[in-house]
């Protein structure tokens, strides 16, 4: 226990770092009295939190999308006095009993009959409440107003011009109103001057440039087509000739005002598509008005109501919440602890047989991946795609174990959010770390077989593609081949003479190289052999530490400082400490996938070689491979000669 500005706070080791203990309602109290460099956090933002969202809005009292310190302090001194007990705020019961107010404090006094009297409005008879009760009464106001506004409605002379189907009439009027106004001024400018039919009409070159494409995929491209095609007539057809992608909201248009307008008619002018309009816009201007009328009206009756309720939300939802809010605000001790998520993990990724728990909302993956890269650790962005929901929302999950050599921009995954509810995950970008030593050892060699690969690769595709080129050249030119014999064997001639010449030049640079590599590895393994056995084992560990030596250290130094800081920060928060994520807390981030040692028969496994086997093969290639390197590097001179004497 250590004392600061006055009062003795208890401290905690958390990722590596110290940090302020918030374990008591008194604690929390003296918030006011800590200094701004021992808090965690400066400021974190409302939005991309896993969190109530009326709770934040409500720590955000100046409404600029931020939660600072001084908001913190604020609502930590308002709760703290209207509560008999600071420490109810770190019990998790969600009933609250009006004696625990401390009406000795007036607004304290005020919220205990405020609570009084909604409990009364809501008829329940008990003498505590909680937030379910508090959003009872307010969806209870809600109704009020929607009532409110109703009635004034009804009280105002209204000319529906549609009787009860007039809402949807205008909501249908509204979807298309832009399309047929671009028709109508479209086909006045072909009335004007008919050589612009061209440029007005329907777009050929639009039209070809998807035509090889799944057309029900290329909805918005026909959608952006006039909704007709315009002509001098400036009369919009009703029952064919228009645009597939608007044909569903003009029909139901047409079903709801058209077909009464004008029954039976197959067309419409402009004049008629105005006075339309009019008899519309007169109805929906009129409804707004009487709305903006009630809603004055309105404001004047429900204003007590509103007047008390706000401070009974604000102080349910505080004695609810703010405590798990500065176990991520003052300390990250929800996020280390594990007790809970922290109000900043959105979800679980799975991907390549792990769950990444450390997974985080971003919603500019450029910017974010440019500061986040400074965190050390390895991430995957992912786009995911809920159909439930209908939304697209982008992630970063961190992964902190395992390897990474089926991971690539494009592989699929599922991401499940806080609510369970799945959603399709794609990699969109990838910032490569260490994940670990082990990962780091092997690192160069993967990247060398990688490295080989991609030049196989290319290797090949050239060569298909020149052996192509000359394919379609030969068939090409076939015709133009045809000419005199001694022109032919000139050409045949010539060319075979550099042919010959390239290739000579290939297969001697190819003999220099092997002559080149054959004497490194004959003067690397004459070395070996005149090692002692004891230092042979040793030789090999100590190539395998050059090559992936550097690689290891570098590796061990991030690790020690992956730190989970830019990532928060590169999504608008202020971290004020470093958020170490080391070997040991990072392995429990990542969860990996163990199956157990079974027997089971798999008649369409590959049969798997008897130990004897691989022993015998092994031994057998080893003592080839030592007779070659013996005998190659003279080693075995000696004996040869001895024959020879003997003899």
């Not at 080791?13 to 109290?29: F, H, K, Q």
């Not at 004049?271 to 404001?299: C, G, H, N, P």
């Not at 909302?361 to 962005?381: Q, R, T, W």
């Amino acid at each position: 226990m250590a004392t600061t500005t006055g009062y003795n706070w208890k401290y905690s080791s958390l990722g590596g770092a110290v940090r302020i203990a918030v374990e008591s309602g008194e604690d929390i109290a003296h918030l006011g009295e800590l200094d701004q460099k021992l808090w965690t956090v400066l400021s974190c933002p409302t939005t991309g939190l896993e969190f109530n969202r009326r709770f934040l809005e409500i720590l955000d009292s100046d409404n600029d999308g931020k939660i600072r310190i001084n908001e913190v302090i604020a609502a930590s001194n308002w709760i703290t006095s209207i509560l008999k007990n600071s420490d109810r705020l770190l019990d998790d019961q969600p009933e609250i009993g009006i004696d625990e107010i401390n009406s000795d404090n007036p607004e304290g006094a005020a919220l205990a009959e405020a609570a009084k009297k909604m409990l009364e409005s809501l008829s329940k008879d008990k003498s505590s409440f909680c937030a379910a009760d508090v959003q009872e009464y307010i969806a209870g106001i809600d109704q009020k107003c929607a009532a409110v506004k109703e009635a004034a409605i009804r009280k105002e002379t209204l000319n529906a011009p549609y009787a009860e189907k007039s809402e949807d009439a205008a909501a249908a009027f509204q979807a298309i109103r832009g399309k047929v106004d671009d028709f109508f001024v479209r086909c006045n400018l072909v009335q004007f001057d008919a050589d612009c039919n061209g440029v007005l009409d329907v777009s050929v070159d639009s039209i070809a440039a998807i035509s090889g494409e799944n057309l029900s995929g290329c909805a918005d491209k026909i959608a952006a087509q006039p909704i007709a095609r315009p002509s001098e007539k400036l009369e919009l057809p009703l029952l064919q000739g228009i645009n597939p992608s608007w044909k569903a909201a003009f029909d139901s248009f047409r079903s709801l005002v058209l077909d009464e307008e004008f029954p039976g008619a197959a067309s419409i002018t402009e004049e008629q598509w105005k006075s339309v309009s009019a008899k519309i816009d007169s109805y929906t201007s009129r409804k707004a008005e009487i709305e903006a009328a009630s809603a004055e009206v309105l404001d004047g009756s429900l204003a007590e109501e509103r007047a008390f309720i706000a401070p009974l939300e604000k102080f349910v939802l505080l004695t609810a919440h703010l405590y798990t809010f500065l176990n991520n605000y003052v300390s990250l001790k929800d996020f280390y602890r594990k007790i809970h998520p922290a109000i900043f993990q959105s979800g679980v990724l799975f991907i390549d047989q792990r769950a990444c728990e450390l997974c985080v909302k971003v919603s500019d993956m450029s910017k974010h991946a440019e500061m986040a890269n400074l965190s050390g650790m390895f991430l995957i962005y992912c786009d995911c795609v809920s159909k439930v929901k209908g939304e697209t929302i982008k992630i970063v999950a961190v992964m902190t174990e395992g390897n990474i050599n089926r991971i690539r921009v494009g592989t699929n995954a599922i991401y499940y959010d806080r609510d369970g509810l799945d959603w399709d995950a794609t990699v969109t970008k990838i910032v490569e770390n260490p994940i670990s030593i082990r990962q780091a050892m092997w690192s160069p060699y993967r990247r060398f077989f990688n490295w080989c690969e991609s030049q196989i690769n290319k290797f090949a595709s050239n060569k298909e593609s020149k052996s192509f080129d000359n394919l379609t050249a030969t068939a090409t030119d076939s015709s133009a081949k045809v000419t005199s014999g001694e022109a032919k064997a000139a050409d045949d001639s010539k060319k075979q003479t550099f042919d010959i010449a390239k290739f000579c030049g290939i297969f001697a640079a190819i003999g220099m190289a092997l002559g080149y590599i054959g004497s490194f590895l004959v003067s690397a393994l004459t070395g070996f052999m005149k090692l002692s056995w004891w230092q042979m084992p040793l030789s090999i560990l100590a190539i395998m530490l050059l090559i992936s030596g550097p690689s290891m250290i570098i590796a061990y130094l991030k690790l020690r400082k992956r730190n989970l800081g830019p990532v928060l920060n590169a999504n608008g928060w202020a971290i004020n400490s470093t958020a170490i994520v080391n070997t040991k807390f990072g392995a429990s981030l990542t969860k990996t996938a163990h199956y157990p040692k079974l027997n089971i028969y798999d008649p369409y496994a590959l049969k798997k070689v008897p130990a004897w086997k691989k022993w015998f093969w092994g031994i057998l290639i080893a003592v080839v491979a030592l007779f070659a390197v013996l005998f190659f590097t003279g080693s075995l001179d000696c004996i040869f000669s001895g024959c020879k004497l003997g003899n």
